[in-house]
């Protein structure tokens, strides 16, 4: 279980995040929806280890979480890709970090890159690929390892439309079968009820929690079509509206 409690975090006198506090259990996603500015992201680094000027706990398994003993996965809008190593040296990078043994982990990085259907991309380069190809490569190389939590900053923002969907539906696919203990923060309503099985709507900055709903739709085929999914985007926009933006969409 992944526990934050009464997490707040300043830069200087300017307040970012207002007392965050939530628990997730182990092998849940929750999807963190915010605009623009209300400390989504900072969450995210905190709990990478990143920031560490912030107040509050946060514990994983009842233990204070230590990025350089747990199995912490980050994929962000940016792939996080070296553009001087191959698809599959950016997928088994993470392995090398922590010193782990390649061959140990063959079959999982097979199985990892076949349920992305990225196998025949193994020996190219970033630059020679697509928004939505980087962008799997990046969830591959999080998923080789034996995470103890995943963290996803807006990870589909920089993809169009159609390719953000596809990558959501494959990136899901993977998920359900591994289910690591997942926060991914994101802005747009569609895609935190589509991947959230709770979804945490934080306030304009500072950021603080101003409710967090079930979704009775998680894991449910034909999501995105279903009338319940479609009630619960339309309940989020009444609820942000004026919180957030006047006129948000």
């Not at 979704?215 to 279903?226: A, Y």
């Amino acid at each position: 279980m992944l526990e934050i409690r009464d997490l707040c975090l300043k830069y200087g006198n300017t307040a970012v995040i207002d007392n965050i506090t939530m628990s997730i259990s182990s092998g849940e996603i929750y999807a963190i929806l915010g605009p623009s500015g209300c400390g989504k992201t900072s969450i995210i680094n905190i709990l990478a280890g990143n920031i560490c000027h912030h107040t509050g706990k946060v514990r994983l398994n009842n233990a204070a979480l230590n990025n350089r003993q747990k199995a912490v996965g980050l994929v962000s809008q940016d792939y996080g890709l070296l553009p001087w190593k191959t698809a599959y040296k950016n997928i088994t990078l993470p392995l090398k970090i922590k010193k782990l043994s390649i061959e140990n982990y063959t079959d999982k990085i097979n199985y990892v890159m076949e349920k992305l259907n990225i196998n025949h991309l193994k020996n190219r380069y970033p630059m020679s690929l697509s928004g939505g190809q980087k962008q799997r490569i990046a969830i591959a190389a999080a998923f080789i390892m034996d995470l103890d939590l995943l963290l996803m900053d807006e990870p589909f923002s920089a993809l169009d439309q159609v390719t953000r969907e596809s990558t959501q539906a494959l990136f899901f696919h993977i998920w359900k079968d591994i289910k690591p203990t997942t926060i991914f923060v994101t802005h747009s309503i569609e895609e935190a009820v589509f991947l959230g099985q709770k979804i945490v709507i934080l306030s304009k900055a500072p950021g603080k929690i101003i409710k967090i709903i079930e979704n009775p739709t998680f894991g449910l085929s034909d999501v995105r079509v279903n009338q319940t999914y479609l009630d619960i985007c339309r309940d989020i926009r009444r609820l942000i509206k004026g919180e957030w933006e006047e006129n948000y969409i």
